[in-house]
């Protein structure tokens, strides 16, 4: 399976993972919640996800650092301020976030398994990879870096 290590760009990983859920909320029965509410919760909790997300973004263009996640090795620095003190993985944890708002608005609790799915994905399949190529880049700088940070929250 290591064929599959940073073969996919994490963006399409979440929409398959945001098919997925659709396909199980279509499957099971979710709640009966009122539309609205439903909504403005999904979108409230789609920004924060959009938020998160775009501050990893923005940390590492300030940093002049690659933003492609399918080449870790290519990274020119080890950013560890702004939104990285707190996660070490905040555009994938906006990309979570984001899936957790769909599962919201789909009204479906089981989609949820969506979501735990993208989460197994990315730990074995580009998080994991990364981690080791900068382990290989940073050393002792991502070593120390990693006890300090959480890989998710």
């Known amino acids: 399976m290591n064929w599959l290590e ?6 399409l990983v979440a929409v398959l993972f945001g098919v997925l859920m659709w396909l199980l909320a279509r499957w099971v029965p979710g709640i009966d919640a009122p539309s609205g ?30 933003v492609n996640p399918l080449q870790p090795e290519t990274a020119s620095s080890l950013v560890s301020s702004g939104i990285y003190r707190h996660t070490r993985n905040p555009m994938y944890l906006g990309f979570a976030i984001a899936l957790v708002a769909w599962s919201i608005y789909l009204a479906s609790p089981i989609a949820l398994l969506g979501v735990a799915g993208f989460v197994l994905y990315m730990n074995r399949f580009q998080i994991g990879p990364e981690e080791q190529a900068l382990a290989t880049l940073f050393g002792d700088a991502f070593n120390a870096y990693r006890r300090r940070v959480r890989r998710w929250l």
């Open 6 to 11: 940073h073969r996919i760009p994490p963006p």
């Open 37 to 66: 509410w439903r909504i403005a919760l999904a979108l409230l909790v789609l920004a924060a996800g959009i938020a998160v997300c775009l501050s990893g973004v923005l940390s590492f263009r300030h940093a002049r650092t690659t």
